[in-house]
């Protein structure tokens, strides 16, 4: 039972194998490519959120300086100006522009830059060209002011993410200035419009890098782990196959063994039998002709009636045992496949008269009424005619043997369905028990012992005719009915029926 398990495992194994390969690849192949994913939308997201909270944060400080500086310098009518040129001026202050556009200088070299442009810019400045990301963002946030304009770039290699916000006229001070500056572009700017972009660019190149590091390390990991685990499970189940198929193999072994030493000793036996049998019938022969002479008389009469007796006993009983002897040489020779059959065509009918013949006296003396029934036309069969008669008047002797008085033993041929020769032997005589059916073909079971009535038979005869018949590739076959009769069928193999040997003859019925 447990092999039977064991085999399965391992067959379910190595069945799961691909499967097993491809979840593995499949659950790589995301780590590969998700995980960096995930880290660089995170760390996108985490880009963006810093880089508005710094925009906001500038334009609050430059508001800041606009209403509290810038506007109280204005409208002083001290000697500081508003200009751009402060860093030179001595009395300027930075305009709230320039607050921004200097941050901007201050913080070129860091990872967080810093960028302010409009597509108006004041005269200084007009050589200034706007990158499509520039032109973008203007556009998007003309329309959209409270909406900062993002965007993941690849900038000279490394990973940037850009982030503007619009940079609007809160203020009066700033419409007035812009409004009315001999170098302004544009001079019709109303409170709340959008007037310039604040763009912060942050770079994640490490973050990414970072990434694309640790979904390589969880790949290897997966691989690893899984991996381990496939190649333990399959360690368990080979060594388990092991185990099975070596028990196997002994259980095998031993089988083999057990059946050549059987083959061997079934062979001895029918040697031995066979020599036995042989050696046995020489001094039976004598016991046998001596005690004939003895029974008859032949050399003069026996003076005492129990002598008499006795030799005839003798006579009797040793000619049972010749009996037996033959039978037991014959099945020893069938068994160590000694025997051969010499094979001819033969016509069924004929062969079937010539046992019937044979068995006649016997079925007179119990005035049984013994009747033929052989078809028309019935084609040849290829078979060792001594052999098959053997079987047929065993089956008939036996037939009237245990059927009664007055009785009938019917005999009778036909070719089946499949083309085969089946002869049939009926009596409605005792019959046989159900349980005793089974045996009856076994050698030495006998319905009833032997010892009892010696001429009923050695109790060998249905084995040999069975033996016989398995020679012939065909079978025989019983059945029976405690009280209503006995049937014996049988067969020979299709092959041995050979068409165009019919004789168009009679079909007799003997008495
Ligand atoms: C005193 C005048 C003055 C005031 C007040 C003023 N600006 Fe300006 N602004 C300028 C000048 C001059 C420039 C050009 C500076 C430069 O290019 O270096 C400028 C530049 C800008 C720019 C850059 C435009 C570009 O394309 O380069 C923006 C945006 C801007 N100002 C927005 C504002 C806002 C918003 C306010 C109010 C909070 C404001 N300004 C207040 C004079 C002023």
Same mark, same amino acid.
């Given at each position: 039972m447990s092999d039977i398990v064991d085999k399965k495992t391992k067959n379910l194994a190595l069945q799961l194998l691909p499967m097993q390969l491809l979840s593995v690849v499949i659950v790589a192949l995301l780590a590969w490519f998700f995980v960096p994913y995930y880290v660089e939308k995170s760390a996108e997201e985490q880009a963006a959120l810093a880089a508005e909270q710094v925009a906001r944060n500038f334009l609050t400080l430059r508001t800041y300086y606009t209403d509290n500086v810038v506007n109280k310098v204005l409208n002083s009518d001290g000697n500081l100006i508003v200009d751009h040129g402060h860093k030179t001026i001595a009395n300027a202050i930075p305009l709230p522009a320039s607050l921004i556009f200097d941050m901007g200088e201050l913080l070129k070299d860091s990872q967080v830059q810093l960028k302010f442009y409009s597509p108006f810019p004041f005269e200084n400045r007009k050589d200034r060209q706007l990158d499509a990301y520039g032109q973008a963002a203007w556009l998007a946030l003309t329309q959209n002011p409270n909406t900062p304009y993002v965007q993941h770039t690849k900038m000279n290699g490394q990973e940037v993410v850009r982030l503007a916000v619009a940079d609007r006229m809160t203020s009066q001070v700033c419409i007035d200035c812009h409004n009315s500056? %001999?170098?302004? #572009?544009?001079?019709d700017w109303h409170l709340g419009d959008v007037r310039g972009v604040l763009e912060i660019s942050s770079n994640i190149s490490s973050q990414v890098s970072k990434g694309h590091k640790l979904g390589l390390y969880i790949v290897i990991g997966f691989v690893v782990l899984i991996g381990g685990m496939m190649a333990m499970s399959f360690r368990i189940t080979f060594v388990e196959f092991d185990k099975w198929s070596n028990a196997r193999k002994i259980h095998e072994r031993e089988l083999s063994d057990a059946s050549m030493k059987a083959n061997a000793a079934s062979k001895a036996k029918s040697v031995f039998l066979a020599n036995m049998s042989h050696e046995l019938r020489t001094p039976l022969n004598a016991i046998i002709g001596y005690s004939e002479i003895l029974s008859k008389g032949i050399l003069g009469k026996l003076n005492n009636a129990k002598h008499e007796e006795y030799a005839l006993d003798i006579y009797n009983c040793g000619n049972h045992l010749l009996n037996l002897i033959n039978d037991i040489l014959d099945i020893s020779k069938i068994e160590a496949k000694k025997e051969e059959l010499s094979e001819r065509i033969i016509e069924v009918r004929l062969m079937m008269e010539t046992s019937l013949q044979r068995v006649r006296p016997l079925a007179d003396q119990k005035g049984i009424t013994l009747s033929i029934d052989v078809p028309d036309h019935l084609p040849g069969l290829l078979c060792d005619e001594r052999r098959v008669v053997q079987v047929l008047i065993n089956l008939l002797n036996n037939a009237i043997k245990f059927t009664n008085m007055g009785g009938h033993v019917d005999f009778t041929s036909e070719l089946d369905g499949a083309g085969r020769h089946v002869v049939k032997v009926s009596d409605n005589g005792r019959g046989i028990a159900q349980e005793h059916l089974s045996r009856i073909?076994? #050698?030495?079971? !006998?319905? +009833?012992?032997?010892?009892?009535? %010696? !001429?009923? +038979?050695? +109790?060998?005869g249905l084995t040999i005719c069975k033996s016989l018949m398995k020679l012939h590739g065909g079978d025989l076959e019983i059945s029976s009915e405690l009280g209503t009769g006995t049937t014996v069928t049988v067969t020979f193999p299709p092959e041995r029926t050979v068409p165009d $040997? $019919?004789?168009? +003859?009679q079909n007799p019925t003997l008495a």
């Open positions: 500056h %001999p170098l302004s #572009p544009k001079k073909i076994m #050698p030495f079971e !006998q319905i +009833g012992d032997a010892f009892d009535s %010696p !001429q009923e +038979g050695t +109790g060998l $040997t $019919t004789d168009p +003859g």
